[in-house]
């Protein structure tokens, strides 16, 4: 009797020490102790004052020093752009600054506000391949224009049709007339192919019988356009 009661005790204790190792075997599964790679990430992570969590940690202080002064240091380039600055004497408040279009160059053009040497000479070069501006209208017709810069330069400007270089329907070639912005090949071709058939014109009017020559065509054409070598009546 005693002897099972001495066999039943050693099992009950096996199955207590059993369990207690199983138990905890369990709970370190679940609740793994941390390894010393893990208690270094979590050092550095931890910080002293809630402002340190914007600042991340460097361990090459000397780094964090160069660059630091890197930036302190550094100025703001400032942005490119394509619109010319003003230029440098400003004038354009000046009620008594005028130029004629027709005869100002680059230097007295770059004085206007909101023109630079660029749209200075594109304002020249547009009227080279016009003969002259009969009015400052067509300063419209260069690209680039626009209604600020238009106002800014109208008050300033003006086109005195006396100064233009008039064309001569009499003698003037297909290459020449093919020049001018108000017309193409085809219809130099056809006022020269005209005058050919047809004889010297007597007016500039007569170009109008030409069926590709329209009216809108003609009204912008007409002031540079003469008949000064009409035949002998």
């Given at each position: ?6 066999r039943?005790?050693a099992?009950l204790?096996?199955s207590a020490?059993?369990?207690t190792?199983?138990?905890?075997a ?9 390894t010393?790679?893990?208690n270094?990430?979590t ?7 809630p ?5 991340p940690?460097?361990r090459n ?7 630091a002064?890197q930036?302190?240091t550094?100025?703001p ?13 400003v004038?354009?408040k000046?009620?008594?600054?005028l ?7 680059s230097?007295?053009?770059?004085q206007l ?17 016009l003969?002259?501006?009969?009015d400052?209208?067509?300063?419209w017709e260069?690209?680039?224009m626009?209604s ?10 003006y ?5 233009i ?7 003037v070639?297909?290459?020449?007339l ?7 090949y085809?219809?130099?071709?056809a ?12 007016n500039?009017e007569?170009?109008l019988?030409i ?8 009204t912008h ?8 070598s009409?035949?002998?009546k």
């Amino acid at each position: 009797m005693e002897g099972g009661l001495t066999r039943q005790r050693a099992y009950l204790w096996l199955s207590a020490a059993l369990l207690t190792t199983l138990l905890a075997a369990i709970l370190a599964f679940r609740h793994p102790s941390p390894t010393p790679k893990e208690n270094i990430e979590t050092e550095e992570l931890m910080v002293e004052h809630p402002q340190d969590a914007y600042q991340p940690k460097v361990r090459n202080s000397h780094y964090t020093q160069s660059k630091a002064k890197q930036f302190s240091t550094h100025t703001p380039q400032p942005i490119s752009h394509t619109v010319e600055p003003p230029p440098t004497t400003v004038y354009h408040k000046d009620k008594q600054l005028l130029f004629n279009l027709n005869t100002a160059d680059s230097l007295d053009l770059v004085q206007l506000y909101n023109i630079g040497p660029t749209f200075a000479r594109r304002i020249i070069r547009y009227r080279t391949l016009l003969g002259g501006y009969v009015d400052k209208q067509q300063l419209w017709e260069i690209r680039g224009m626009d209604s600020v810069r238009y106002n800014d330069i109208a008050p300033h400007l003006y086109a005195n049709p006396a100064d233009i270089q008039l064309i001569d329907l009499n003698s003037v070639t297909i290459d020449q007339l093919k020049r001018h912005p108000y017309l193409d090949y085809y219809q130099a071709k056809a006022i020269v192919q005209w005058r050919d058939a047809a004889g010297p014109y007597l007016n500039i009017e007569d170009i109008l019988k030409i069926p590709i020559i329209d009216n809108q065509t003609y009204t912008h054409i007409a002031p540079y356009l003469t008949c000064n070598s009409q035949p002998n009546k």
